[in-house]
């Protein structure tokens, strides 16, 4: 069954590890993120923009397709289903159809709205067992259609959204969503540092986890981050392996355009780099 991400995440920064948010685009998506958790023992979170779920035809599909998924495969490590980057509405609309934990990015308000809309998500979600995310300070680059100018989050904005009671932050410390281009300054480490001392115990999470640097992923965890999301990576690592299968003329050799077989390599690549990932977090037998 699906479980709120709460747990999950106050035992990863108890541990000093990270969980993973493996964002899914579609059936294939799902299943080799859900396989990848269980043979690795580790605990998961599914993330689901607006614009992939609307183009899985729905919140409802999605909800419908993780639960099954869940039952069919045998899947005994906790898996939270998480709305990335929701809007109001959207957030709403995502705890109604099933989903155990929402993210509400009110980043692009000024902080007062911030707070107030933060604040109803939150009374929503809670009374339903359904975990909340929020985001001070805009996530830089283009995450399904949502822009982030990329700004460093003011420690005390966040110290104002944690004191709500929300379960996990999303904090702008440099970090940006797609490929990080070559003059990227880095991660800025002394805001963390001080939002980490701001909020104490609040899971921290970090967005835009795919390129950055081992090291640097490491010493964000050492500051209290305890979520990491990659989506991008994914996508790299399907379309590579896709495309090598197609260039060597695989979809040509008996039935090898059957989706079951053309779909499978980039599946593979999928399951390889979630495995990787889970690795880095050490996430890897904490279920």
Same mark, same amino acid.
């Given at each position: ?8 995440? &106050? ?6 590890? /990270? ?12 299943? $080799? ?12 979170? +599914?993330?689901? @923009? ?40 959207? /957030?709403?609309? $995502?705890?109604?159809? !099933?989903? @155990? ?19 109803? =998500? ?22 399904? !259609?949502?822009?982030? /100018? #990329? ?7 966040? %110290?104002? =959204? ?9 904090? #702008? ?5 797609? *490929?990080?281009? $070559? ?9 963390? $540092? %001080?939002? &980490? ?6 899971? +921290? ?29 994914? &996508? ?7 495309? *090598?299968?197609?260039?060597? !003329? %695989? ?10 077989? +053309? ?6 690549? =999928? ?11 050490? @996430?890897?037998? &904490? /279920?």
């Amino acid at each position: 069954m699906l479980v709120s991400a709460k747990d999950m995440l &106050q035992k990863a920064k108890a541990g000093k590890y /990270a969980v993973g948010q493996f964002n899914i685009n579609n059936l294939e998506w799902t299943k $080799a993120v859900l396989l990848t958790a269980q043979e690795n023992q580790s605990p998961v979170i +599914l993330g689901v @923009s607006e614009g992939a779920g609307k183009y899985m035809t729905g919140f409802k599909t999605v909800a419908a397709m993780v639960i099954a998924m869940l039952e069919e495969l045998n899947i005994t490590v906790p898996v939270a289903l998480h709305l990335d980057h929701g809007g109001y509405e959207g /957030a709403k609309k $995502a705890i109604d159809a !099933g989903f @155990s934990s929402v993210m509400f990015d009110g980043s692009h308000y000024d902080i007062e709205e911030n707070v107030e809309k933060t604040k109803e =998500i939150i009374s929503i979600a809670h009374a339903r067992g359904i975990s909340v995310e929020a985001e001070v300070g805009s996530i830089g680059g283009e995450e399904d !259609g949502v822009v982030g /100018a #990329g700004e460093v989050a003011d420690p005390d904005e966040c %110290k104002r =959204i944690a004191d709500l009671g929300v379960d996990m932050l999303a904090a #702008g410390i440099g970090n940006i969503h797609g *490929k990080y281009p $070559a003059n990227w300054a880095g991660l800025n480490f002394q805001v963390l $540092a %001080k939002i &980490q001392e701001k909020t104490g115990t609040m899971p +921290l999470v970090l967005h835009g986890g795919t390129g950055i640097p081992e090291d640097m992923i490491k010493t964000a965890i050492s500051l209290g981050v305890s979520k990491i999301n990659v989506n991008t990576e994914c &996508q790299l690592s399907f379309a590579d392996a896709t495309r *090598k299968y197609i260039e060597a !003329g %695989k979809d040509l050799e008996g039935k090898g355009f059957d989706p079951r077989k +053309l779909l499978k390599p980039g599946t593979d690549a =999928i399951m390889a780099t979630v495995k990787e990932k889970m690795e880095l977090f050490g @996430s890897v037998n &904490q /279920a």
